[in-house]
């Protein structure tokens, strides 16, 4: 196993990082090879699992990775926004679905097998840290606002929960339809801002 | 091919219907062959086509047979509740929900990918007449209870879309986790009882 210094780790570090995105896309967990990944990185195959366990780890380290940009834009409009509580949850939904729809990786995972294959291959733990960091986001804005009086009372990781169902309507375009869609998310975001905000 | 009396056609066609059902929950659609459901009805393979026109046909047919019995559930508590809306709408959201986590050819057609095959081999024509069943099923009692004053104005498509939307919540359950699932199934039927209904 070839030694690498800090700063070159990181480069192969991100360098694996960009080809599980290439490829996870294109060809699917299944679909690609560890051969793929480390071909596209430059480096030897064995050397792979020095820096991830396994092909799913770095599926996981990928959707986190594009997550944490999406989760830098929430984080963001939510502190922007910060004293008005009706435009940080409007825009916070806009933002959590348009990502579902413009990023290939969260579309793969979520509505094709891909998940059974992360599901059945990861723990449990693994799995609910993935939840968790979603709600996470929006509990501390939530609570905030409940202290002063701009959301409602209740269990503000039940009013996430809550908000977050509602961003995973892209997912389910096929059964609204065309012709509906847009006007059901409009609905939708108007129902969760307004049962979630007090005037 | 052998002439079936219009009583036989009725029972090989019930007992093709009994045997997609049970051999596609067990098999899925690809896991299935026309000799495993001709077998189970106990007729000659090649009778199946004078009954179906293809697997996915049969597939559509038992989905559509399924439905007809929660859409029949569905129209009775639309029905015995037409003069209480919130409880009426309440219940729609229950059952709806509630059909898809207990019937196992639902969950299977909607999370796995069967969809997907599905999707690939039948005409977008009979895609949107699955839908529209659905959304049909609710809009005569949305525009009854809009003329009463009842229901909050709108579009009744986009209304009864959006409300079937929610009882989408049981393909999420792992999104939302086991901990939080009854409260957030609880608290997104207030928002849509709420935001539906004018008191």
Known sequence: MPQFTDERRREVRAALLDAGYTHFVADGLDGTTITDLTDAAGIAAGTFYSFFD???????AVLRNESQKVYDDLREVLDVHRSDPETAIRRFLEISTDALVENPIFTR??????????QSRLSEEELATTRAD????????????????HVVAGDPNVLASALLYISYLPLHRDDVGDEYYAAVRRTLFDWAVEMVTCE
Chains 1, 2 share one sequence.
Do not use: C, F, M, N
């Open 134 to 149: 979603k709600r996470e986001l929006l509990v501390p804005s939530l609570e905030a606002w409940q202290e002063q009086g």
């Open 54 to 60: 396994s092909k799913e780890a770095l599926y996981v």
């Open 109 to 118: 995972t979520i509505t094709r097998d891909e998940r059974e294959h992360l």
